[in-house]
């Protein structure tokens, strides 16, 4: 079946630093691939979203590639800030398929 | 155009009783569905609806009952609530375009405890 592998959390960062969350997914199909953001007390966003090999979505700073040799979709941002300390999503939909394969979540905090 | 709105925000109930978790989208999505939310599980799917009077199971359904007859509402009914059962739920929603399902745009979630 299909399934969502992420890096395990807490991740804490320094204001500014680089950030990388690995996003690995198996999956019988070509499917889509999304990253959503949960902020505190606050339901999932959609982050940004890739439909096929090679795209790159980027939304506020974030980017993440559609590697399909590698099967990941790793979500990255240069210089993160405090305001982005949140639980961070990888999710999949088979392409003409309805549902989502949620991965566990990855807990990011940023510090001053 | 107020999306995805989930009522109520905090429920406690107690082993046994039962209660409707409410779910409404006003963006004439096709597609809703329901998850729970527990730590270190990410979000597993309960029940979905690719329409009204259209129904069907997910990862998890054992506990829950959902219908649809209309597009808007997807109401989760627990029927007798387990300690087992408290998490957080969210409802979900999203449309179709050419042929394939968009992303999911999701409530703000009810957080239950069963004690």
Redesign the interface.
Known sequence: GNS?TQMEGPVTLSEEAFLTINCTYTATGYP?L?W?VQYPG?????LL?ATKADDKGSNKGFEATYRKETTSFHLEKGSVQVSDSAVY?CAL?E??????V????TRLSVLP | NAG?TQTPKFQVLKTGQSMTLQCAQDMNHE?M?W?RQDP??????IH?S?GAGITDQ?EVPNGYNVSRSTTEDFPLRLLSAAPSQTSVY?C?SGGVQA???N???????TRLTVL
Request: glycine residues 22%.
């Open positions: 969502v889509s999304f959503y606050e339901g999932l966003q959609l979203k999503f939909r392409n003409y398929g309805q549902n989502f949620f991965g566990p979540g | 995805v597609y569905s998850y270190g599980m990410g979000l597993r799917l979905y690719v997910g969210f979900a042929g394939s399902y992303e999911q745009f999701f409530g703000p979630g």
